[in-house]
């Protein structure tokens, strides 16, 4: 072997090694805050639960995260949008208070009984938390990309306990239709790193089963008719998750900009959004569709793990949720989208087992990861997603799911700031001259 190969090997051993031993200590604080973070939410929402007066206080809840934002967030406003185009344009930075003031916005949202997930916050958590990491170690605009997107990974495998997601959905979610893997190293080591980390600190995360096991013979000859017919169901169900997730991302942004076309006062934009929630909830006489929808507030309550079951939700339990949601955000309460989206596609895969005669656990499966393909536009983690929380056993269904609703759903998401093309040459670059003598 030339002494030039040997030399580039080893210089890029270097490289590869100064990334991780970076991206480590990072991702250790960032599973940290986000641990942190989990522990306040489940906090906040068992207080509610046993005080359930504090609805009523939703629209005040929300002018005071607007004027957190307006006089201390300023740009933090944007939330994941900012983290993306910071990866793309280094240079307007992530602020340091995007990660309490996130953390505490939406702890405060789910207090009140505010529809919003924990998604957005975890990679806030990361990105605010890479970039100071960023500027502590000097390094440089296509270094601090890698850290922001290593810090997106951590954040996200931290809140959901799916490492392995996080890792792709940060390399994913960045580029419509093109996936860089020159960062995907740094974002495997930064995921595991961060759910180590919250599991080190003793926080658990939910667990969800897929009661139907017939379908580990997919292609048994002897019932070549009913595994043609369950695809068929699939696929059909895939596209209305697809359907779903457009819906979800044009409500919510569609109501942001009603609101602010017609209330000029924009302190009162999240306490009508408030009085709204309260109404709809006096409404239908049950409060199943506020906060995160994980754990149940009574017995009988519709949640994410019920929708699992036969008869665990309602027929229009995922409408409901998708408008909670989409009113919550859109008037400016704080969280993520993604918890949500698990609700919205568990419950929607239920109804539609039960209108398709088909398996209900698989296809709430399917809508939980589906639904959130569609609107994240991250097929590829949606599907390794479902492998991580469900196992393998139906893979070739969570890849359907996912890559039909993603084609289904067509150009419209959650995320304004993904890009089609990055319009960068040597986009992620590996500068190894640097490091040469």
């Not at 270094?143 to 799916?162: D, K, N, S």
């Amino acid at each position: 072997m030339l002494k030039s190969d040997l030399s580039n090997r080893d210089f890029l051993l270097k490289y590869l090694t100064r990334r991780i031993l970076l991206v480590i200590p990072v991702a250790a604080a960032i599973g940290s805050m986000v641990a942190l973070f989990l522990w306040l939410l489940s906090w906040s929402i068992h207080f509610r639960f046993t005080h359930t007066w504090l609805l009523y206080f939703l629209p005040l809840a929300g002018i005071v995260i607007h004027f957190a934002y307006k006089y201390y967030g300023k740009s933090a406003e944007k939330g994941n949008n900012l983290i993306i185009d910071e990866i793309h344009r280094p240079g307007a930075g992530v602020p340091k208070r995007m990660a309490p003031l996130i953390l505490v916005t939406t702890v405060v949202t789910h207090l009140f009984g505010g529809s919003a997930g924990r998604e957005g916050t975890a990679v806030q958590i990361g990105g605010s938390i890479a970039h100071f990491f960023s500027d502590l170690f000097k390094l440089d605009p296509d270094e601090m990309r890698v850290m922001l997107t290593a810090g997106i990974a951590a954040g996200f495998g931290a809140v959901f306990g799916t490492p392995f997601t996080g890792a792709i959905f940060a390399i994913e979610v960045l580029t419509l239709s093109r996936i860089h893997y020159t960062a995907l190293l740094p974002c495997l080591i930064a995921g595991f790193v961060g759910d180590l980390t919250v599991s080190a600190w003793h926080i658990k995360h939910t667990p969800y089963h897929i009661d139907y096991v017939a379908a580990g013979n997919y292609f048994d000859a002897a019932n070549i008719t009913g595994t043609v017919l369950l695809f068929v169901k699939a696929i059909l169900a895939a596209c209305i998750f697809g359907l779903a997730s457009i819906a979800f991302a044009k409500a919510t942004h569609g109501i942001k900009k009603l609101f602010l076309k017609l209330i000029k006062v924009t302190w009162l934009i999240p306490a009508c959004g408030g009085l709204i929630i309260i109404g709809l909830t006096l409404a239908l006489g049950k409060p199943d569709y506020l906060s995160l929808g994980v754990e149940p507030e009574h017995a009988g309550a519709v949640t994410i793990v019920s929708a699992f079951k036969s008869g665990g939700a309602d027929t229009l339990s995922w409408f409901w949720k998708l408008i909670y949601t989409a009113i919550t955000l859109g008037t400016g309460f704080k969280g993520g989208e993604v918890t949500p989206l698990f609700y919205i596609g568990a419950t929607l895969g239920n109804t539609l087992a039960s209108l398709l005669n088909a398996p209900v656990s698989l296809f709430a499966a399917l809508g939980f990861i589906g639904v959130f393909s569609g609107a994240t536009k991250t097929p590829v983690a949606c599907t390794i997603m479902g492998v991580e929380l469900f196992g393998p056993e139906h893979a070739v269904f969570f890849a359907i799911a996912c890559f039909i609703a993603y084609l289904a759903s067509g150009h419209s998401g959650i995320y304004p700031s993904q890009k089609n093309d990055p319009g960068q040459k040597g986009y992620f670059r590996i500068k190894l001259l640097r490091y040469l003598p």
